[in-house]
């Protein structure tokens, strides 16, 4: 397992004045978790899980994450007006290794990509990376954006705003590397350019966009 001592956090916010990244090794402690019981996730605990993502977690063959996206979804809806995807960078920094067995299980899943949630206010999305993926060039809305690697390496390449042909920048980020983006930022277009599989998970608000 790893230690906070070789815990690191790469990330990137509108506050960083443009791409400049930054790396923390002692990240404060998770809150403690709970697992809930296969009865409480088929029910969408806090009416956050879709059915689909609460089936594979109780199959084991998807990571519960369901704490933080509970954590993620609290943050929005206490931050009124506010909202931001800004609000997810803390609570993800903390978000310490998914359950091994289950990060495993969903290595070899079939199914490489799970919306957790997605509601008016908050969408999060698993994805698993296969080697060469990628998502394509594109934009978030107004809430933003925050992904965080889980596994493997990532590489994001931006594209200045409303464009997909003007390269802006290129980034990799290791396990437990973080970005935030926004479309007045910059588009980008997210994928795994190296031999093994990646998992990131991606957090957006608003939920839905209209
Ligand atoms: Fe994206």
């Known amino acids: 397992m ?5 815990y690191q956090t790469t990330l990137q916010t509108p506050a960083t004045t443009g791409f400049t990244q930054t790396t923390e090794n002692s990240p404060k402690p998770q809150a403690s978790f709970h697992m809930p019981d296969r009865a ?3 029910t969408r605990p806090f009416g956050l899980l879709t059915d689909t993502a609460a089936e594979a977690i109780v199959q084991g063959i ?3 994450l369901s704490q933080v996206c509970a954590d993620l979804y609290t943050a929005l809806a206490t931050a009124g007006t506010s909202a931001s995807a800004i609000q997810f ?4 920094k903390n978000l310490r290794n998914p359950d091994p067995a289950a990060m495993r299980r969903f290595m070899k899943n079939p199914q490489s990509r799970y919306v957790l949630v997605q509601n008016d206010l908050l969408k999060v999305v698993l994805i698993r990376w296969a080697p060469g993926e990628y998502s394509g060039v594109h934009g978030h809305a107004k809430g933003g954006c925050v992904f965080k690697v889980l596994q493997g390496r990532v590489e994001e390449k931006r594209y200045e705003p409303g464009t997909k042909t003007r390269p802006l920048a290129v980034s990799r980020f290791t396990k437990g590397g973080m970005a935030y983006i926004d479309d007045e930022m910059a588009y980008h277009d997210v994928g795994n350019p190296y031999d093994a599989m990646a998992i990131s998970l991606h957090a957006y608000t608003p939920g839905i966009r209209k």
């Open 89 to 92: 960078i803390s609570i993800l």
């Open 2 to 6: 790893k230690t906070p001592s070789n």
């Open 62 to 64: 998807a990571p519960d």
């Open 40 to 42: 409480a996730l088929v």
